[in-house]
């Protein structure tokens, strides 16, 4: 079994009618945690992480994508780049 690099006892503190946990400061600095973090239920139990607010889900970027209309049409040119016309011989297979 996996040994953790650090474990914490953390006690759930009241807040209104829901319960918080109290981060230590030297672990918000050590994982950039600073408004906001995102909670993500694992096989192995919670994990919290940064929040990556500059990266696209595979949605966005097919969204992001279709909507550049890029021409591509260079791409399917040098798609091949000459390869289509080294095929082997069927003596060489």
Same mark, same amino acid.
Not at 59 to 71: G, K, S, V
């Given at each position: ?38 909670? +993500?239920?694992?096989?192995?139990? &919670? =994990?919290?992480?940064?929040? /990556? #607010?500059?990266?696209? *889900?595979? !949605? ?12 591509? +049409?260079?791409?399917?040119?040098? &798609? =091949?780049?000459?390869?289509? /016309? #080294?095929?082997?011989? *069927?003596? !060489?297979?």
């Amino acid at each position: 079994m996996e040994r953790p690099l650090s474990m914490r006892d953390i006690k759930l503190i009241p807040i209104g009618d829901s319960k918080g946990i109290c981060l230590p400061e030297a672990i918000l600095q050590k994982y950039g945690f600073v408004d906001s973090l995102v909670l +993500e239920e694992t096989e192995r139990g &919670l =994990l919290l992480r940064k929040k /990556d #607010d500059d990266k696209f *889900s595979w !949605e966005e970027t097919y969204r992001a994508m279709a909507e550049e209309e890029e021409d591509w +049409e260079d791409f399917d040119a040098t &798609l =091949l780049d000459g390869l289509e /016309d #080294d095929e082997p011989d *069927s003596e !060489e297979i």
